[in-house]
Each structure stands twice: as structure tokens, then as C-alpha cells.
């Protein structure tokens, strides 16, 4: 794997930023952990911990319980890259979840974050 700075930088020095783009939209802290659950498959305490122990990218993705499956069909631009052609695996799923906090922050509705 090559080494991206992002794959060593805390998930917990990051995740502020996700939270405040999507406040700044008008949505919530509550959302934006809705949607690293649903990504991930950590639960509130695993979260909380993870932010906690301010392990890296790599750590935090490698030691997710569940990938969801439905990650898959998030396509789309990010950073004027297409995530679906993104060919390194970590980096592809740090851009999910860009991805969807990005949706998140532009008004779509969780249902449709979300996949269902």
C-alpha cells in the first residue's frame, strides 16, 4: 500500500470537519455518525472509541466491524475523482465515505445516502 499522508492522519482530527460541513448545511452530528455506522458497521461505542484513541484512517477502516456491502453503489466525483474508479482499496473507502458526508452536506435525504 502506497503511503497517502491521509492513511496515518487520526479518523478524530478529521471527523470535526465532517461534522461542522454538515451542521454548517443545517444538519446534524447524529446524521453524520448515521452514516460512519452505516459505512463502517462500528456502533456509537465503537465510535466514541475509536475517536477516543485517535487511531489513523488505515486502523480505523482495517478494524471496521462490517464494510457494508451496499458501499459499492456510491458513485460519483469527489476531489475530481470518480470513487467508483479509485483502484486502492483504503482510499477508495476513505473517499466513500467523503462521498457521503458530501451528500449529506447538499441536502440529500438518508434514505438516499443510505442506499435504500
Request: charged share 30%.
Amino acid at each position: 500500500m502506497t503511503g497517502h499522508r491521509i492513511y496515518a492522519m487520526s479518523f478524530a482530527s478529521v471527523y470535526p470537519l465532517y461534522v461542522a460541513k454538515a451542521e454548517k448545511k443545517g444538519r446534524t452530528r447524529a446524521e453524520v455518525d448515521e452514516i460512519v455506522q452505516w459505512l463502517t458497521g462500528y456502533d456509537a461505542q465503537g465510535l466514541d472509541r475509536s475517536l477516543a484513541d485517535g487511531v489513523s484512517f488505515e486502523d480505523f477502516f482495517a478494524h471496521a466491524p462490517h464494510l457494508n456491502p451496499a458501499r459499492v453503489h456510491i458513485t460519483g466525483v469527489i476531489c475530481g475523482v470518480r470513487v467508483e474508479e479509485i483502484e486502492e482499496p483504503l482510499m477508495r473507502e476513505i473517499r466513500y465515505l467523503d462521498k457521503l458526508v458530501d451528500e449529506l452536506a447538499r441536502g440529500k435525504s438518508m434514505e438516499k445516502i443510505l442506499r435504500k
